[in-house]
């Protein structure tokens, strides 16, 4: 066996690809928040032009997203066999009562969920991407101008979606399960690539939470804002 | 003080177990938990049922042999003590006290609350070692540690293989045993030489003997009664990485 | 009566290069018939487990055992404090000299003049064996190797691993041991309980073993056997050795003929916290070291015994080790100091309800060094006192009381390591070897490491290429005969067992009592002849009511109870060897033998020898062998630490 594919087998190189690829996803995550921020603006066409543009990147999208699907993939099939060994390594018989001895332990909601959250946010981009990537678009009437172009109304499409409470609501849940995979995850990153000290470990975690809470905060404001719209702007 | 017990008790490793509740009368605060436990084997003998099987000896944690899951935390509620330095005027009189064996696939219940925890020893032999023969060496003042070192080393020297790492993950992982181990061996010059084989052969080893992956949760850290660090994980994790691309690795 | 003559084949000549000659004379087996020869090692602590390792390495073949079920729990892995080397480091006068004659004359002239100077001479090797092992020993800032000095010694030679000293060695081996079995040499036994040796045409060729877990018994053969087995501490009861300490090994091979050497010589350390009730089952040390900093002390008047330490006056404490011992103070030998807080005690002026403690005060080091410095040092010992005794030693002094904790005799060996019984060789504690009448702290690991490191692998040699062995297998009638002995015995106890009335644990406690009362600190002719006499009769009633349960598995009470039933004999034996030496020397102190100051009275005349005992049957009072100390290098000189 090659010394890349044991090393892939291991546990540890199992928790190498986890972090590797749990860091691709959190800095894509970041980046898709900084564009959808355009989402609070009034003005539809700026984030439709955001949107056209990154249409309109041809092949290097397609190699985008197929690097994104891959990243994505690997995420959640190699986390899922993590788990099963989890599962495994117990053995038949489980603890009856089983309760953390609190700190230094980090074990919170966060640990324990996962890979509920886990694959949650894997279930919620089959919608999401089928909603937005492959839903309705300039044949269903999404239409805009840019620039004198015919264009898709992703705008429209997203407030439209975001007005129903049903789906705002939905959102919103998923990103707080977002925030909290994002709150081990970010932390244990850095300790499965080995990158940690005493000095480092806390100022990482530090880092961690406050990145979840943004993340979760910037996406979930984003429903939030049109249905509640406070503004008085998407009426 | 007065306390009822609920206790794992299987008679053999092939046969199903089951929770048993007694009553333990009279109870004194000074006593260590095992001294408890003798207490109530004392009666138990008397009335002439078998008595709760447990493993122990040195009773002043460092030998690492005894460990029970006592209300669902390994070597019960304190932090960086062993079962058997776990006094009773930590309980209250009328407590429910629930006691479970160490539970892992790598670790079979033997008897009541007696596990095997022999994967353990064969972590130690795939690689948790110097090489040095018996015979003689290098001055030991010939080659100088620097304190720091030699402490980060004792720190994670210190492992008294008890298994409470692997009882309390939620993952039941040897993540903490055997990092400790690789970072004892990884702080001192006479380590340097093994590192890389030792690392793949111990991590291989480890994987081998069913223990779960380590999600670092750090729930072995708040369980070790020596207090080992996680860091130990991250520096086996580096110490891994760092052995893929050396050759000393490779002639395994 | 038997034939037995005792040869200790130390070799002739000057005792500084006899070591170093008898290295060069031995014959020694070809590296190519090493692959021959099975060696049986029984117990894998320090000397267990370094003898095995260390063999394996030579290219025999070994089988090791033990009843843990890891060779790592042996019982060295709780020594805290230190091992002992020459190394003289420091400019303060060390060297291998002063470690023989400080060996010597700790063990107050009882112990062999060549077997401790060997022990001294290969103390730096096994330095040198255990850093290249990746041993943490203590440091300097400079990188160099620290040391402490310990007591009953003027001088800095113990190197140190924090409070951990014997895990760190122990791990140290048991890696090495570890290694072997990786490597196919050494194949590994664990929860397995020696309880027979078996000899074919007077040799050793093999061990009876029950399996713990499945209470099978089993037949090993090989071409030699190596106990390191450890010492029968735990024949008290309470002692600070572990739980599953015991002689039964041992036991069993002195029934097989096997002489036991001054089983009297028992240590009783001075700095254990204190009994604090019936409840208890085993005793906790803290560490000798603590001796460096701690001042020992009992109130002057009885009368403020029970007073708030902190309450009494400077001038009202009774430094006692400091005015009766001027010159080492607190660092006295554990002997001295044992029997000087029993003094104290009788006296009355026993601290804490018991009455049973004396004060180790750290207030005056914490004033003159700070409490960080103190807490760096001896922390780790400071927390685990308060949790045991919920008393916080950082602002009220320990209370300590002396407890037993190492037995100076065990099975006759001669220079070679090798018992009256050929082929049967006896490492570390199990042996009487070494420390003479008592052990100087940091001195166990010591031999214990040499014994297994740098003795026995070339002694071993000698024994195999000197001998001829006839092709042995289990079949052999001796087998079938020590395995159906050692079945009846267990059917018997458990026959009995299943109807008796009297716990073993029951049992045990009081031959515990019986033994610290009248074979602990201070022994006297009538209660030792009222002791054996007592001994006869609760071993008689073990084997009409003794209580056991009835598994044939996993039975840790059925375990215990052969090891009591051996514990009994062994109580006797020692007993009655306390009362044949009509001396005070070292751990044995016969309170008709005091000088006028209440200093044991040795008789040099009279008792410079070992008396190893031969066995006679359950009961029956064992034949004297002697074998003559002589002293040519040393001058016997009444000990003096004033």
């Known amino acids: 066996m090659s010394p890349l594919r044991q090393a892939m087998r291991s546990t540890v190189g199992k928790k190498v690809l986890m972090a590797i690829t749990g860091l691709a996803l959190t800095l894509f995550v970041i980046v898709h928040l900084a564009g959808n921020l355009q989402l609070f603006l009034k003005d539809g066409s700026k984030f439709n032009a955001y949107a056209h543009s990154l249409e309109s990147l041809g092949g ?129 990153a850095f300790q499965s690539l080995g990158a940690m000290s005493p000095r480092l470990s806390p100022v990482i975690s530090v880092i961690g939470v406050v990145l979840a809470v943004l993340l979760a905060l910037g996406f979930l404001g984003i429903p939030a804002w049109i249905l509640v719209d406070p503004m008085g702007v998407y009426r | 003080m007065n306390l009822t017990l609920v206790v794992w008790r299987q008679s053999g490793p092939n046969e199903t177990g089951a929770f048993k509740t007694y009553q333990a009368k009279d109870v004194l605060p ?65 407590d429910v006290i629930s006691m479970e064996p160490w539970r892992a696939k790598a670790f079979p219940v033997v008897h009541d609350l007696v596990v095997n925890r022999s994967a353990f020893d064969r972590i130690i032999q795939s690689g948790g070692y110097t090489s040095a023969k018996t015979g003689k060496h290098a001055e030991a003042n010939a080659i100088l540690v620097p304190k720091e070192d030699q402490e980060a080393a004792m720190d994670n020297a210190a492992c008294i293989g008890c298994g409470a790492c692997v009882a309390a993950c939620p993952n039941a992982s040897a993540s903490l045993f055997t990092a400790a181990k690789i970072t004892h061996l990884a702080m001192l010059p006479q380590g340097q030489v093994e590192r890389a084989r030792r690392v793949k052969r111990m991590v291989e080893r480890m994987d081998l003997e069913g223990f779960g992956n380590c999600s670092n949760i750090g729930e072995c850290r708040a369980a070790c009664p020596k207090e080992i660090s996680i860091e ?8 891994y990485l760092r052995a893929l691309g050396s050759t000393e690795a490779k002639e395994d | 009566m038997s034939t037995i003559q005792l040869d200790s084949k130390i070799p002739s000549g000057p005792l500084e290069t006899m070591w170093e000659r008898h ?13 021959k020869y099975t060696i049986i090692v029984v117990g894998t602590g320090l000397a267990g487990s370094s003898a095995a390792a260390s063999m394996a390495e030579l290219g025999y073949n070994v089988k090791s055992f033990c009843i843990h079920e890891s060779a790592r729990r042996a019982h060295s892995i709780a020594a805290q404090g230190g091992i002992n080397a020459a190394k003289a480091y420091a400019v303060d006068g060390d060297s291998v000299h002063r470690l023989f004659y400080d060996t010597i004359k700790g063990g107050d002239f009882r112990a062999r003049e060549a077997n401790v100077h060997r022990l001294a001479e290969v103390s730096t090797s096994i330095i040198d064996q255990c850093v290249a092992q990746g041993v943490p020993f203590a440091r300097e800032y400079s990188g160099e190797l620290a ?40 194949k590994f036994h664990p929860r397995q309980e020696m309880l027979d040796l078996v000899l074919v045409n007077g040799k050793a060729r093999g061990i009876i073993t029950r399996n713990l877990e499945t209470g099978a018994l089993e037949r090993h053969e090989a071409d030699a056997v190596c106990l390191a087995t450890g010492g029968y501490g735990r024949i008290f009861f309470l002692s600070t050795n572990a739980m599953n300490s015991n002689v039964t090994a041992a036991f069993r091979a002195h029934r097989r003929g096997a002489l036991f050497a001054n089983p009297c010589f028992t240590q009783i350390h001075p700095t254990c916290i204190p009994v604090s009730g019936t409840h208890q089952s085993k005793l906790t040390l803290m560490s000798e070291s603590l001796r460096n900093d701690g001042r020992v002390w009992v109130p002057k ?12 006056a400077e001038a009202d404490r009774d430094y006692y080790l400091e005015r009766r011992y001027p010159s080492f103070g607190n660092l006295v ?53 308060h949790e045991i005794t919920n008393e916080n030693p950082y602002e009220t002094p320990m209370r300590i009381y002396p407890a037993v904790h190492y037995t100076m005799g065990g099975l006759w060996v001669d220079y070679n390591l090798m018992s009256n019984v050929p082929g049967l060789h006896v490492l570390g504690e199990a042996n009487f070897s070494d420390h003479g009448a008592n052990r100087l702290g940091a001195s166990a690991l010591m031999q214990g490491l040499a014994d297994g490191y740098f003795v026995i692998p070339y002694t071993i040699g000698n024994y195999l ?130 000088t006028e100051e209440g200093e044991a009275k040795r008789d040099d005349e009279k008792f410079a020898y070992v008396a190893a005992w031969e066995y006679q049957g359950a009961g029956k009072n064992p034949v004297l062998h002697k074998e003559a100390l002589t002293f040519e290098n040393i001058h016997l000189a009444q000990r003096s630490y004033k």
């Open chain 1, 60 to 188: 290097l999208l397609y190699v985008a997203e197929a690097g994104l699907l891959f990243f994505i993939l690997a995420h959640a099939v190699n986390g899922i066999l993590i788990k099963g060994s989890h599962w495994a390594a117990r053995g038949d018989v489980r603890y009856s009562r089983y309760q953390t001895k609190g700190a230094p332990s980090r074990q919170n909601l966060s640990t324990q969920s996962m890979i509920v959250s886990g694959l949650t946010i894997l279930g919620f981009l089959v919608v999401h991407i089928s909603h937005f990537k492959f839903g309705p678009g300039v044949a269903e009437g999404y239409v805009t101008q840019i620039q004198g172009a015919e264009v898709r109304d992703l705008h429209r499409l997203v407030v439209e979606t975001f007005r129903q409470p049903g789906w705002a609501l939905g959102y919103m849940g998923v990103m707080v399960l977002l925030g909290l995979h994002l709150r081990h995850g970010f932390w244990s």
């Open chain 3, 147 to 186: 040391n402490r000095s310990f007591g009953g010694t003027q001088v800095s030679r113990t190197f140190y691993a924090r409070g951990q000293t014997g895990q760190q060695l122990l791990l140290g081996a048991y890696q090495a041991l570890m290694r072997q079995v990786d490597q196919g040499r050494v």
């Open chain 3, 465 to 594: 290429a000197g001998n001829t062995f006839e092709k042995v297998t289990t079949d052999h009638a001796a087998f079938a005969e020590a395995e159906a002995g050692v079945k009846a015995q267990i059917d018997k106890l458990l026959a009995v067992g299943a109807k008796g009335k009297r716990t073993v644990t029951d049992f045990y406690r009081e031959l515990g009592k019986l033994m610290w009362d009248n074979v602990g600190m201070a022994r006297n002719e009538k209660g030792l002849k009222a002791t054996i006499e007592a001994i006869d009769k609760l071993h008689q009633e073990f084997w009409e009511n003794v209580k056991i349960p009835q598994g044939r598995g996993l039975n840790k009470e059925l375990e215990m109870a052969g090891r009591v039933a051996d514990f009994l004999e062994l109580g006797r034996l020692m007993a009655y060897d306390a009362l044949d030496r009509k001396e005070s020397c070292g751990g044995h102190f016969r309170e008709e033998m005091q």
């Open chain 3, 23 to 35: 290295k060069g004379d031995i014959k020694i087996v070809n590296p190519a018939n090493k692959r």
């Open chain 3, 301 to 312: 008047r009885a009368e403020d015994r029970l007073k708030d330490p902190n309450q009494i």
């Open chain 3, 333 to 385: 030998p554990r002997d001295v100091a044992s029997r000087a807080a029993k003094a104290v005690c009788d006296e009355g002026r026993g601290v804490g309800q018991s009455g049973l403690s004396v004060y180790l005060d750290f207030r005056d080091a914490i004033q003159r060094d700070g409490k960080h410095v103190i807490a760096e040092k001896y922390g780790n010992l400071f927390d685990m006192y």
């Open chain 2, 232 to 239: 130990a994980i991250a520096k086996m994790r580096s110490e």
């Open chain 2, 30 to 94: 000074e006593m260590s938990f095992l001294e408890m436990l003798d207490f109530v084997n004392e009666d138990l003998i008397k009335a002439g049922d078998e008595p709760i099987q447990f493993d122990s000896d040195c009773r002043e944690g460092i030998c690492g042999s005894c460990g029970i899951v006592i209300n669902g935390q390994a070597h019960g509620p304190l932090q960086g003590v062993a079962t058997c330095q776990l006094y009773m005027r930590h309980f209250h009189d009328g």
